[in-house]
């Protein structure tokens, strides 16, 4: 595995590597301090917000659940306080910066698969806001109320760059990485966490890509099943350029005209 000191390296070499680079070894960006106490402020919020509501999950509850045919057609209905789930789903600080830093550097278009109460796509917005007026991120759930508080939150914290759509990501991908839609830069899968589904995505955004994107997977060693999806990654031989290792997160930059094996990073987490 090459480490950062490479990937430095292989940066100042090779321009389809140095929005990685700047993200993960880069100095801090201007404001960026700044962006990043207002996301977390974003955060702040939803904890304190103390309401339950009926959540329809439809990823694995358990490290356990491995076929999409476990999952029930509606999901499986939860009662949760909004507070307790935003805690317990939400992307810790360390990765949310990260995220912030992969939109800055590689947007404008910008994709989230799970949005849940919306915190990670507060950063992404975050991020986005500086590379163009035209950026945009559009974030993806099944679960209808979860969805519906991410939409009025986001809609104030970052009117007019996120859209929130309500579906399955299984169901939505082979559309949204059809010719007929503009391609991402970004995408931020942490939706179901099922090896199938996963794998299914993963090959979408791959063989959908007409131009540079980088796909940031969370949770790549929570369960037997994603770690096998993430050794199925670091086999490619076709599209993927890079792969960066970062213990929970896998990130992995496709370029649709790439051949070979990928190079594989492992860097320390931030
Ligand atoms: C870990 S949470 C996402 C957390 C969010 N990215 C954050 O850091 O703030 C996973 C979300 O994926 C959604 N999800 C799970 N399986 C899904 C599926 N098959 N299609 C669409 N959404 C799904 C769940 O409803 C849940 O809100």
């Known amino acids: 595995m090459l480490r950062a000191f490479e990937l430095r390296k292989f940066a100042e070499l090779d321009l389809r590597l140095r929005p990685i680079a700047a993200s993960l070894l880069g100095p801090p960006e201007p404001g960026e301090d700044d962006d990043i106490v207002l996301a ?13 509501i009926l959540h ?29 789930w935003a805690e317990v789903s939400s992307v810790r600080p ?3 910066r990260l995220l912030y830093r992969l939109a800055r550097h590689c947007g404008p ?4 698969l799970g949005t849940c109460l919306g915190v990670s796509a507060a950063f992404i917005a975050a991020g986005l806001r500086h590379v163009s007026p035209a950026a945009r991120l559009v974030t993806i759930d099944a679960s209808p109320l979860p969805a519906a508080i991410a939409r009025q939150r986001l809609e104030i914290f970052a009117p007019g760059i996120v859209t929130v759509v309500q579906g ?7 559309d949204l990485t059809s010719p007929k839609h503009e391609p991402f830069d970004l995408v931020h899968i942490d939706g ?27 949770d790549i060693r929570w369960s037997a099943g994603m770690q096998r999806f993430w050794t199925e990654v670091l086999r490619s031989t076709r599209g993927v350029l890079a792969t960066i290792d970062l213990e929970w997160v896998g990130l992995c930059v ?14 320390d987490p931030p």
């Open 94 to 96: 360390s990765f949310a």
């Open 254 to 267: 496709v370029d649709p005209t790439f051949v070979g094996a990928p190079l594989a990073f492992a860097i």
């Open 192 to 218: 179901d966490h099922i090896e199938e589904n996963t794998l299914l995505i993963h090959r979408s955004l791959v063989s959908g890509a007409i131009r540079l994107c980088t796909l940031y997977y969370d």
């Open 168 to 174: 399955r990501h299984e169901q939505l991908i082979a």
């Open 109 to 112: 278009r910008a994709l989230e």
């Open 56 to 84: 329809l999950e439809f990823g694995a509850t358990d490290f356990a659940t491995i076929r999409a045919a476990d999952i029930p057609r509606h999901g499986r209905p939860m009662t949760v306080r909004v507070c307790e």
């Open 40 to 52: 977390e402020s974003y955060r702040a919020l939803v904890l304190r917000d103390q309401s339950e």
